[in-house]
């Protein structure tokens, strides 16, 4: 299971998500996407999804969080999606994200892979939902903002399990050379004051061509599969799966 974080929104942490699961597809593996974002959720508008069900409707009781899961015909994974704009988890009562944390690690054996995409910021509620993953991939661009926020989630994470797996995902990056030079400014802090050095998990160029498949509601591995970007998160899926 992968937890992709940021700690901070538009870092394109969603995006990275919807392809990190087609490019897990595409190496062989059941995945489900979980839209762990309930109050701004947008994996189903990014895939031009309308399900029936959502994670709210699970979460109300109406249905089982895996009858929640609808299939996407053509990136073949499967989606849980959240209900924009009807409140974070953080106001889910304790029982109740008890309850979810222990139905998504169940339905978690029906797949060879999950990825969760988790709402930004550092509520407690996000830090549990990183909790359940092997590994949290933490995003990050160049803006200083990304960087002191994607370093306050690594330090709670790292407080919250000291041997937890983090490794770093820098996104739009001018360069491989950039996105290398962004991931050693953040190493030097983690190094520095938390003892720690979370590895680069990869780079992933800025790629006009994300913007259009966005637009068009599509993956890029569906609509721009030799892109830049498309190949840098093939390659970032083919090292996790190496790495497990």
């Excluded at 190496?27 to 109050?39: A, H, I, R, T």
């Excluded at 950039?178 to 720690?196: D, H, N, Q, V």
Aim: with cysteine.
């Amino acid at each position: 299971m992968f937890a992709v974080a940021s700690g901070k929104g538009g870092v394109g942490k969603t995006w990275l998500s919807v392809t990190l699961s087609q490019a897990l597809v595409r190496q062989n593996k059941s995945v489900l996407l979980f839209d762990g974002d309930l109050g701004l959720a947008n994996v189903d508008i990014q895939l031009g999804l309308q399900p029936g069900r959502d994670l709210g409707g699970a979460l109300a009781g109406k249905y089982t969080l895996a009858e929640a899961a609808c299939g996407h015909p053509d990136a073949g994974f499967d989606v849980i999606a959240g209900r924009s704009g009807s409140g974070g988890l953080a106001s889910l009562p304790a029982p109740r994200l008890k309850g979810l944390l222990k139905d998504l690690a169940a339905l978690s054996h029906d797949y060879d892979q999950v990825v969760l995409d988790l709402g930004a910021g550092l509520e407690q509620t996000v830090r549990q939902l990183a909790g359940l993953a092997r590994t949290n991939l933490i995003v990050v661009t160049d803006e200083p903002t990304s960087l002191t926020d994607a370093y306050a989630f690594i330090k709670l994470a790292h407080l919250q399990d000291p041997g937890s797996d983090i490794r770093v995902v820098v996104n739009m990056a001018a360069s491989p050379a950039e996105g290398e030079r962004t991931y050693a400014t953040l190493l030097k802090a983690c190094e520095s004051f938390l003892k720690i050095s979370p590895p680069l998990a990869g780079v992933v160029r800025r790629d006009s061509k994300v913007k259009d498949t966005i637009r068009h509601q599509m993956p890029i591995l569906t609509r721009h599969p030799t892109s830049d970007a498309a190949a840098d998160v093939e390659k970032l899926a083919a090292r996790l799966i190496r790495r497990q």
